[in-house]
């Protein structure tokens, strides 16, 4: 991993991604012709107003929905049109999601829901041949985040600021590669925020994590390497984090 | 693993669950404890129904009968030795028992059956329905079903006694007063109305019941009488002219065995409440029965006979109708005996087999031999056909119903299942977002429904045999409660609730009730597993 992680390889491709849901009879465009690569080991943050499309975008590139147009590629090759299962498997083995509601299974407990992706990825024997080795990995991923004292604490009986961390735990036991972060600071105030921001810089720069993070907070995403601005379905901007060398991707 | 983990949870979770699992239990618990009952009835029925029938019964068409019993039994042999345990034959003819009680005259409708008990009881139970008897008396070295037992003996002598002293009494009054003997002469045309068949002194009343004979029908004359002695306002008491002229202890040539029914009656004690029955007629009593003689045509015949004992089948049909009365008395009151060859008819020939299960096999053989015109050839199940089929269509239509209570919890699992997953939209996206395939979202949902179902079912199950097993204390438990009777003895024969467990009932209906529990939740599972994701975790 280490070897790759300046390397300009294009991890995530969305090409000419177009996207509308049906509200009633009216047709709603969400994603029109969105186009964005990411390389791997970047962390890209996407900004933009409320309904331009970038949880959309996200959900796309997670394979949580289907494009009505366009490619979702993953290390060059398509894979939003694979079949259902396969794209079950790569959303369990390759993507990680975290959600501004943190979206814990409330029956759990935190050590149960870090460890949920792995009963999910292995079938009911092997997961308890292996038990052992997955506690280990989980409480890994637990102590990392910092919440060893609350192993056995039921999500509401935790603090925000936890519940997201332990939902970034969560999406780190299955190993992903790539990290796609739903405004992971929306619900949180600002300290609390910042402390799960230096969580995710720290794990894209040493676990050279892709990261792609949704934010509205131009303040957030700052802090990742590039930011890309969508508005009304379209890229209109990106930027470096250094300067303003932004340039638009027009509509197809 | 999510899926056993998630499903324990919501099992642990969601109380509503549990009205789910309260439903299937007590669908099951119900059906379990109906069905046992249920069955025990129908069990005791068969059982008291084939003590009284036989495996197999030859019948003769005509109550006049055929002639020549062993001539039969030897044709039934020769058919079907290897399948035959005992035969009897008997006589079964239409009847009236006249008997007199409390100062009436009460007359019953019988079926008549001349049996010979040694053989009878080869062919089923009949000493153990007897109500004083446990074995057959010993006469001279050899078993005699029609002797007396002692308590009768000693009650029939008692009887005689009295009325011997009656005879003196009313002797001694009638030519102390010189008042003609008309209501002793009268009441004497009325009582001997001869039988051709019986002898003269036969026309002796029971007496029927010590404690309740002070009727108020005295007549003047034994109103004096009656001021000393308790029994004398009997009038017929001591008005036989045969009184003197036999021995009145020696039992009657005809013997009876009478259905309890046919001479109880049931009654409640006022201070206790227990139900009580009061025999009309005793073991020593003699009572009337008319019949018709296999003459052509039939003429009435009458003739009075000894009551050896009561039976008590248990199957109120049998109980409160037939008689058995000794096959050759009976032959020769109804003029079966051929006067020239002593040649005595029957009507009818109970078997036993050895294995109940070829008994279809052997009606068939017996079919073949005995031309249908004349003859029926019938298993007892057959000739309670239509008894044992209403049974059964009972028992069946009640299992519909109350399957129907199970449906009925069935879609209260769909209902609430329908709500839990969408109280679980969210958690369903999340499962999915996670990686969980639509089908594995699905089976979260119905091993939910199935772990509902076992659980349900299990505890129905464990409800059930418990309810079965002590039905009888829970019987008396609501008795007391209510102040009423669940189970009323003077309906039932039984003394308490019978009650048999079928295990395959029980797995039937346990794994029904899984069955309809898991199919319940298909739909609401369905309409998890195709939630999607996207719309599922923006769902607050």
């Known amino acids: ?252 | 693993m999510y899926k056993f983990l998630l499903c324990v949870r919501y099992l642990k979770t969601r109380y509503i669950a549990l009205a789910c699992i309260v439903s299937v239990m007590l669908g099951v618990a119900t059906m379990i404890v109906v069905n046992s009952v249920m069955a025990g009835f129908g069990n005791e029925m068969r059982d008291r129904i084939k003590g009284i029938l036989a495996d197999v019964v030859v019948e003769s068409n005509s109550l006049d009968g055929v002639e020549d019993a062993d001539y039969h039994m030897q044709l039934i042999r020769d058919a079907a030795a290897d399948d035959i345990e005992a035969m009897t034959a008997t006589v079964e003819v239409y009847g009236m028992l006249s008997f007199e009680y409390a100062g009436q005259w009460i007359t019953r409708p019988i079926t008549l059956i001349g049996i010979d008990p040694i053989g009878k009881s080869k062919v089923g139970p009949l000493v153990d329905y007897l109500v004083n008897t446990d074995a057959f008396p010993t006469v001279d070295g050899e078993i005699d079903g029609w002797a007396l037992n002692s308590a009768a003996r000693t009650h029939r002598e008692r009887w005689k006694r009295h009325r011997e002293w009656m005879q003196q009494q009313f002797r001694a009054d009638a030519t102390l007063q010189g008042v003609p003997q008309n209501t002793a002469s009268d009441s004497q045309i009325v009582d001997s109305s001869p039988s051709n068949a019986v002898p003269p002194f036969a026309d002796t009343p029971p007496f029927a019941d010590a404690a309740v004979s002070s009727s108020p029908q005295a007549d003047s004359q034994t109103q004096a009488i009656a001021e000393n002695d308790p029994f004398a306002d009997d009038p017929f008491a001591g008005t036989g002219p045969a009184v003197a002229t036999a021995d009145a202890s020696q039992p009657l040539e005809g013997r009876l065995y009478l259905g309890v029914g046919l001479v109880s009656f049931p009654y409640e004690d006022g201070q206790t409440g227990e139900v009580k029955t009061n025999m009309m007629v005793q073991p020593g009593d003699d009572v009337r029965i008319s019949t018709v003689t296999a003459g052509r045509p039939p003429a009435p015949a009458h003739f009075y006979a000894t009551v050896v004992d009561v039976f008590k089948s248990g199957m109120s049909e049998y109980d409160s109708s037939l008689v058995f009365c000794n096959l050759e008395h009976l032959q020769k009151v109804r003029g079966m005996i051929d006067p020239t060859t002593q040649s005595k008819a029957i009507t009818s020939i109970q078997i036993k087999l050895k294995d109940y299960s070829r008994a279809d096999e052997v009606v068939a053989k017996l079919k073949a031999l005995f031309p249908p015109g004349a003859y029926s050839v019938q298993t007892w199940e057959q000739k309670q056909g239509p008894l044992l089929a209403a049974v059964e269509v009972e028992s069946a239509i009640l299992n519909v119903l109350l399957f129907l209570i199970i449906a009925v919890a069935g879609f209260g699992i769909l209902a609430i299942f329908y709500m839990i997953v969408v109280e679980k939209t969210r958690d369903i996206g999340i499962l999915k977002a996670l990686g969980a395939s639509s089908r594995g979202v699905m089976s979260v949902f119905l091993s939910y429904g199935l772990a509902l179902g076992i659980v349900g079912s299990g505890v129905g199950v464990i409800v059930g045999l418990l309810f079965v097993k002590y039905i009888n204390t829970i019987e008396t438990v609501i008795t007391v409660l209510t102040g009423r009777p669940v189970f009323d003895e003077r309906i039932y024969y039984f003394p308490e609730i019978p009650t048999q467990v079928n295990p395959w009932t029980v797995c039937w209906v346990a794994f029904g009730a899984m069955a309809i529990a898991v199919l319940a939740s298909i739909l609401p599972a369905r309409r998890a597993s195709r939630l999607h994701p996207v719309e599922a975790l923006r769902y607050e």
């Open chain 1, 1 to 252: 991993m280490n070897e790759t992680v300046r390397m300009p390889v294009n991890h995530i491709q969305a090409i000419a991604l177009e996207k509308s849901y049906h509200k009633g009879e009216h047709r709603v465009p969400v994603l029109c012709g969105t186009e964005i690569s990411i390389n791997k080991g970047e962390f890209v943050s996407i900004v933009g107003q409320s309904g331009s499309g970038k949880s959309t975008l996200l959900h796309l590139i997670g394979l949580l929905d289907s494009p009505d147009v366009g490619e979702v590629r993953l290390e060059g090759q398509r894979i939003d049109d694979l079949p259902t299962r396969v794209r079950d498997e790569l959303r369990n083995r390759v993507f990680g999601f975290i959600f501004q509601f943190y979206h814990l299974l409330p029956e759990l407990n935190l050590l149960e829901n870090v460890l949920s992706p792995l009963m999910i990825r292995h079938p009911a024997w092997r997961y308890w041949t292996r038990r052992n080795e997955f506690r280990d990995m989980a409480l890994h991923f637990i102590e990392k985040v910092g919440l060893m004292h609350r192993l056995h604490h039921k999500p509401s009986e935790l603090s925000g600021g936890e519940m997201q961390r332990a939902a970034i735990a969560r999406a780190l036991v299955a190993a992903p590669e790539v990290l796609l972060a739903d405004e992971p600071t929306g619900n949180l105030d600002a300290g609390t925020g910042e402390e799960i921001m230096e969580l995710l810089t720290s794990l894209n720069e040493q676990e050279a994590l892709t990261i792609i993070m949704v934010t509205h907070d131009p303040v957030i995403a700052q802090q990742a390497h590039r930011t890309v601005r969508l508005v009304e379905g379209r890229i209109e901007l990106q930027q470096e984090r250094s300067g303003a060398t932004g340039h638009e991707i027009s509509c197809a």
